[in-house]
């Protein structure tokens, strides 16, 4: 069972190129989500899907677009790369379960892409 | 005033040691609270999740206080292998926005 797996690992872009990070999982999980991780700053989130079809912007949605290509991927595009784009970005998914005040959203994360656009 | 707030510490301990983290959040209407484990240069993990009444798991104990809006991480008997950092993280009531504070770092020394 692989989890949640992201390609490329490692990318290095100049400014103005654009690219698109992947992310597939196998869990069968509804809810999936874009974060990148700059140093102290904790995992922002970029964009979110709750489920297939919809897509919704996180808290920093800004230089970025996504699609939800179906239930198992999740990518995020670059279209002009800009040198403030570069840090590590986190792909993870998740199924709530409880209800209510009990519901857990346990998110489960890819191992990472670390970008730098130069 | 950041959503989650952590120390970022780093905090050094010995082999043995009792060690505990705290975190505080913004958001009186936070629903859900986690404690995941992130090691260098790797992805995020779920250590535990904390629950009102407070839980625990092997040696490590999780507490809220919804009063005071903050949460807790208790490490007792601390191995090496339990240097990382950790970060604490926060849900709201019914939708998606999940916020993460930034970490605090623990090194456990020999």
């Known amino acids: 069972n692989a989890g949640v797996t992201q390609t490329p690992k490692f990318q290095v872009l100049k400014t103005g190129q654009s690219m698109t990070l992947q992310c597939a999982q196998d869990?069968?999980?509804?809810?999936m989500y874009w974060y990148r991780q700059d140093p102290g700053m904790g995992l922002r989130l970029i964009y979110y899907?709750?489920?297939?079809?919809?897509?919704d912007k996180g808290e920093v949605p800004n230089g970025y677009n996504v699609s939800r290509l179906n239930k198992r991927e999740f990518s995020l595009r670059l279209e002009s790369a800009a040198p403030s784009q570069t840090s590590v970005y986190f792909c993870?998914?998740?199924?709530?379960?409880?209800?209510?005040?009990?519901?857990?959203?346990?998110?489960?994360f890819g191992a990472g892409t670390r970008l730098s656009v130069l | 005033r950041k959503e989650v707030e952590q120390d970022p510490g780093p905090f050094n301990v010995p082999e043995g040691a009792t060690v505990a983290f705290n975190c505080t959040y913004s958001n009186s209407a936070s629903q859900s609270f986690f404690w995941y484990r992130q090691d260098c240069r790797k992805e995020p993990k779920l250590l535990m999740s904390?629950?009102?009444s407070g839980n625990e798991d092997g040696r490590f104990t999780a507490q809220l206080n919804r009063a005071s809006q903050y949460i807790s991480l208790l490490i007792r008997d601390s191995k090496l292998s339990d240097s990382a950092t950790y970060l604490c993280v926060v849900k709201d009531t019914g939708g998606f926005k999940t916020i993460f504070g930034a970490g605090t770092r623990l090194f456990v020394k020999a």
């Open positions: 869990m069968n999980h509804n809810s």
């Open positions: 993870a998914s998740s199924e709530a379960t409880g209800h209510g005040v009990t519901a857990k959203n346990i998110q489960y």
């Open positions: 899907s709750a489920s297939e079809g919809t897509t």
């Open positions: 904390v629950y009102s």
